[in-house]
């Protein structure tokens, strides 16, 4: 595998299910990042992570736990979720948040909350 | 927060013709990028405008950056199907933390 990529692509999950989401990245960066994607929307900034460590949390609710063990890979944990969390949430990465700031990103998990 | 607003929304045009897309902010940004985002995917990263007033191409695809580094532009010429996607502009503030713009949807229909 090659660049950034995230599993599952598409998920549907009830309001009361606990679910994770997978982000992966080969290309030996050290920030990676979760962003929420609506329609008509611009791209909200939810967690960064730079050398595992977070960096910064955009007010997010505490519904989403985003867990960052090493710096290849990303979850972001989610439950209890509203149906206005219904979005794509997209995964990215870069050499670092504070020097390059050229991200490459996943190509989305499609999320559907009933 | 820094509000990057792009125009159009939506454009459909057909293929051969010439589109610009623009970038809009109040603020000054140290560096601005454009990416493209294709259905199922997520977005890619087309180029980096660091120096106000630069120009630079890729291939068909012309950008500007302001004098002030508060707006930008895009331009097609001779507008390809494969051309098709959502534009999106980014502003990297501080930190290297990007605000992105909503986007242009570009259709280009044969």
């Known amino acids: 595998e090659t660049g950034v990529t995230q599993t599952p692509r598409h998920l549907v999950m009830g309001m009361t299910n606990k679910k994770s989401l997978k982000c992966e990245q080969h290309?030996?960066?050290?920030?990676m990042y979760w962003y929420k994607q609506s329609a008509k929307k611009p791209l909200e900034l939810m967690f960064v992570?730079?050398?595992?460590?977070?960096?910064e949390n955009n007010s997010v609710p505490s519904r989403f736990s985003p867990e960052c063990p090493n710096s290849s890979h990303l979850f972001l944990h989610l439950h209890t979720l509203q149906p206005e969390d219904s979005a794509l949430y997209l995964c990215?990465?870069?050499?670092?948040?504070?020097?390059?700031?050229?991200?490459?990103f996943g190509p989305g998990t499609r999320l559907t909350v009933t | 927060t820094q509000l990057l607003e792009q125009s159009p929304q939506f454009l459909s045009i057909q293929e051969g013709e010439n589109l610009t897309v623009y970038c809009n902010s109040s603020?000054?940004?140290?560096?601005l990028q454009w990416y493209r985002q294709e259905p199922g995917e997520g977005p890619v990263l087309l180029v980096t405008?660091?120096?106000?007033?630069e120009v630079k191409k890729l291939k068909r695809l012309t950008f500007q950056f302001g004098d002030a580094r508060k707006d930008s532009s895009l331009h097609i010429t001779a507008a390809q199907p494969g051309d098709t996607g959502l534009y999106l502009c980014?502003?990297?503030?501080?930190?290297?933390?990007?605000?992105f713009g909503a986007g242009t949807q570009v259709v280009v229909t044969p």
């Open positions: 990215a990465s870069s050499l670092s948040s504070g020097g390059s700031y050229e991200q490459y």
């Open positions: 290309l030996g960066h050290n920030a």
């Open positions: 992570y730079n050398f595992k460590e977070q960096t």
């Open positions: 603020s000054v940004f140290s560096s």
């Open positions: 405008v660091v120096t106000g007033g």
């Open positions: 980014a502003g990297v503030g501080s930190w290297g933390k990007l605000q």
